[in-house]
């Protein structure tokens, strides 16, 4: 299959351009398009075929369900068993925004798109050009990102072409996207809403819009191998990029160097002990990566170093990737999945990076970088810092 490329002004949206994928989108057919929060792979939501065409262009396991994107709240409606009252005060305060909504799914949508699920997905998108394009087609659209599964979400037209040419229809290209992480999933269907995954609508956000909202374990660490996530794509590996990363965190009183993988719930409540965003990396922890580095390096590795804007210089050796600076946290979550990628381009056998605060946007950062290390944490010890300081 040709897949055809279309380039689009997000400043000037023009129906012309979008109308050729509207038409594929009604056709059954596949189309990339920008959110403001990854790119989407598209297709008519309501047709069973259409779904299975995305499960099989992204290797998805099918028991992994899509979110429906619609362009107005009034679509919701027939999609739907009920909008409960909680939801509706969420719907207000971020929609359309990166904030999608688990509902008890209606008759219409079928369960080739919700994998099975009696509940549904649901988001609005902020962005121009995808907004305008769910409008044209009339539908409510399937979209998960647009990247092949354990792949990085794709933040730029480019990253679609490298895992999807050939396997959809169309990429529609507005350059790359704003917030870069993908949206953040609260199940609205119980008592008290739960977060499901994290993302740039913030728990912090949350809470201060609705009261108190729950948060699912399987967020926070890998979940035991019998307890089933809510959210079933939180199961799988994903971002997870070719070469090893490690996570490297600065963890007082803890036992030097000590390399943990855990697989046990345990593990969760550790990882979801807060740390300040404005706190700097401590000195513990560049000594660490750099010690780890040398070592690689010293036996003929590829050796990546994921860093902030504050610590670039203070690594030798290696190839050294910024993310951008702690003291905003948006740049972080932008240029993550971009510098996952790279450094699949580059070859990498082993990644160490910088662990990031988890309050606010943190919490979606910190999500998905444990998720892509597999959870391989490396702590450097108290000695380390002694020894480190200068
Ligand atoms: P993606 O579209 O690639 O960002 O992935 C969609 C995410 O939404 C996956 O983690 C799904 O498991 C989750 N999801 C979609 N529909 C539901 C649902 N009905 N209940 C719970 N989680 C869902
Ligand atoms: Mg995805």
């Known amino acids: 299959m040709f897949t055809k490329v279309i380039k689009i002004d997000n400043c000037k949206i023009d129906d012309r351009l ?18 403001e929060t990854v790119y989407g792979l598209g ?18 396991p099918s028991d992994n369900p899509l979110i429906l994107h619609i362009s107005s709240t009034e679509e919701i409606v027939p999609l739907v068993q ?20 688990i509902f008890p799914k209606s008759e219409i949508v079928p369960y080739g798109t ?33 990247n092949r599964s354990g792949r990085p979400s794709p933040t730029t037209a480019e990253h679609v072409f490298q895992d ?8 529609l290209d507005s350059g790359p996207v704003g917030i870069g992480v993908e949206s953040t999933i609260v199940d609205v269907t119980g008592g008290v809403p739960v977060l499901l995954r994290p993302g740039a609508v913030t728990m912090e956000m949350l809470r201060e819009t609705v009261g108190r909202v729950d948060i699912d374990p399987a967020i926070t660490g890998p979940m035991a191998a019998d307890v089933k996530p809510k959210a079933p794509g939180m199961k799988y590996r994903h971002y997870a990029p070719k070469a090893e990363l490690v996570l490297v965190e600065a963890r007082k009183n803890e ?3 000590r390399t943990v993988r855990m697989d046990q719930g345990r593990y969760a409540a550790e990882l979801a002990a807060p740390e300040s965003a404005a706190e700097p990396v401590s000195e513990a922890v560049i ?4 010690q780890l580095v040398q070592e690689k390096l010293s036996q003929g590795y590829r050796v990546g170093i994921i860093c902030t804007d504050e610590t670039k210089n203070r690594y030798p050796e290696g190839i050294v990737r910024s993310l951008g600076t702690r003291g905003r946290q948006e740049t972080i979550a932008h240029s993550l999945f971009a510098v996952l990628r790279e450094f699949d381009d580059l070859e990498t056998d082993y990644i160490y990076s910088e662990s990031f605060a988890r309050d606010h946007l943190g919490q979606a950062i910190m999500n998905r970088l444990t998720k892509a290390a597999g959870y391989h944490v490396i702590y450097a010890s108290e000695e380390e810092e002694q020894h480190g300081r200068r």
């Open 18 to 35: 979008l109308a050729e994928a509207a038409q594929i989108l009604r056709a059954g057919g596949l189309v990339a398009f920008p959110t």
């Open 43 to 60: 297709a008519n939501g309501l047709d069973e075929e259409a779904a299975r065409k995305i499960y099989a262009a992204k290797g998805r």
């Open 82 to 101: 009920a909008v409960p009252e909680a939801a509706g005060k969420l719907m207000k305060a971020f929609w359309p925004g990166p904030l999608t909504m």
């Open 114 to 146: 919700t994998g099975g699920l009696d509940t549904v997905a649901v988001r609005m998108p902020s962005d121009p050009a995808a907004s305008r394009l769910i409008a044209l087609t009339g539908l409510p659209i399937a979209a998960p990102s647009a």
């Open 164 to 171: 999807m040419d050939g396997r959809i229809e169309m990429i």
């Open 255 to 257: 036992a030097g160097g």
């Open 287 to 290: 000594c660490r990566i750099n």
